[in-house]
């Protein structure tokens, strides 16, 4: 049971989908971080012009620490930009400040899909601190005492704790595709970008899209093989 191979073959599975996707991230923003964009705004000018331009006059842009650290924050209606990104001129960098820019006006025009992640968020952080525990406790106790029908119901209440990290994940896929569309969009259409600089910046967005792709993926194998495991295989 704690050192099923059907697990590992998951985990293997797992951590390649994630893996190579974010391998191309790095990739495909440091190809495009040393190609400086024409117009020479950097990723805060760029930012603040795109909110003016959408109408957007709430939300703040401020510099932070990290590699690629870059966020929206709807609490606080602040677009963090790490360094390189907030200060670059490179069109990965105006590609990256584009795309939260596109999360603040998700916001702003109450995006359902935002509206949504948001709104399981609380289920989210409690299915990741407990289902995985309930669900191994469920499992533990149907495998060494060879007890049913409680212990069943405590694995099935961590799939389900887990199932709304895996619904979050997948929410998560509109808002990031969405963000990326409203970000090219502002580039082309503000004149940011010069026409042979826009695939590059759509290039980074789409490799960026990937890992998004990658990991509700492999949260969707990971709760389909769990709940095999407790419905299917270990059922006499």
Same mark, same amino acid.
């Given at each position: 049971?704690?050192?099923?191979?059907?697990?590992?073959?998951?985990?293997?599975?797992?951590?390649?989908?994630?893996?190579?996707?974010?391998?191309?991230?790095?990739?495909?923003?440091?190809?495009?971080?040393?190609?400086?964009?024409?117009?020479?705004?950097?990723?805060?000018?760029?930012?603040?012009?795109?909110?003016?331009?959408?109408?957007? *006059?709430?939300?703040?842009?401020?510099?932070?620490?990290?590699?690629?650290?870059?966020?929206?924050?709807?609490?606080?209606?602040?677009?963090?930009?790490?360094?390189?990104? &907030?200060?670059?001129?490179?069109?990965?960098?105006? %590609?990256?400040?584009? *795309?939260?820019?596109?999360?603040?006006?998700?916001?702003?025009? @109450?995006?359902?899909?935002?509206?949504?992640? #948001? @709104?399981?968020?609380?289920?989210?952080?409690?299915?990741?601190?407990?289902?995985?525990?309930?669900?191994? #406790?469920?499992?533990?106790?149907?495998?060494?005492? @060879?007890? %049913?029908?409680?212990?069943?119901?405590?694995?099935?209440? @961590?799939?389900?704790? &887990?199932?709304?990290?895996?619904?979050? *994940?997948?929410?998560?896929?509109?808002?990031?595709?969405?963000?990326?569309?409203? #970000?090219?969009?502002?580039?082309?259409?503000?004149? &940011?970008?010069?026409?042979?600089?826009?695939?590059?910046?759509?290039?980074?967005?789409?490799? #960026?899209?990937?890992?998004?792709?990658?990991?509700?993926?492999?949260?969707?194998?990971?709760?389909?093989? /769990?709940? /095999?495991?407790?419905?299917?295989?270990?059922?006499?």
């Amino acid at each position: 049971m704690f050192y099923d191979p059907g697990y590992m073959l998951v985990a293997i599975v797992g951590m390649a989908l994630v893996f190579i996707p974010q391998m191309l991230v790095k990739g495909t923003f440091s190809k495009f971080s040393k190609v400086l964009a024409q117009k020479g705004l950097t990723g805060e000018q760029v930012a603040k012009n795109i909110l003016s331009d959408a109408g957007v *006059h709430d939300v703040s842009v401020e510099p932070t620490k990290g590699t690629l650290s870059d966020h929206y924050d709807p609490t606080k209606k602040v677009i963090r930009l790490s360094e390189e990104i &907030y200060y670059g001129n490179s069109v990965a960098a105006l %590609g990256v400040a584009a *795309h939260e820019v596109g999360h603040a006006i998700q916001d702003n025009r @109450g995006y359902l899909p935002m509206k949504l992640r #948001a @709104g399981i968020f609380p289920a989210v952080q409690t299915g990741q601190m407990l289902g995985p525990i309930l669900l191994m #406790a469920g499992l533990g106790l149907r495998y060494f005492m @060879g007890m %049913g029908g409680f212990t069943d119901l405590i694995a099935i209440t @961590g799939i389900v704790l &887990y199932g709304a990290v895996v619904a979050f *994940h997948f929410i998560t896929l509109p808002v990031e595709l969405n963000a990326s569309h409203r #970000a090219m969009q502002a580039l082309a259409g503000g004149g &940011y970008l010069v026409q042979n600089e826009i695939g590059g910046a759509k290039k980074v967005l789409s490799a #960026a899209a990937m890992t998004y792709i990658a990991v509700a993926l492999y949260a969707l194998i990971e709760l389909l093989y /769990w709940v /095999w495991v407790l419905f299917g295989r270990n059922r006499d």
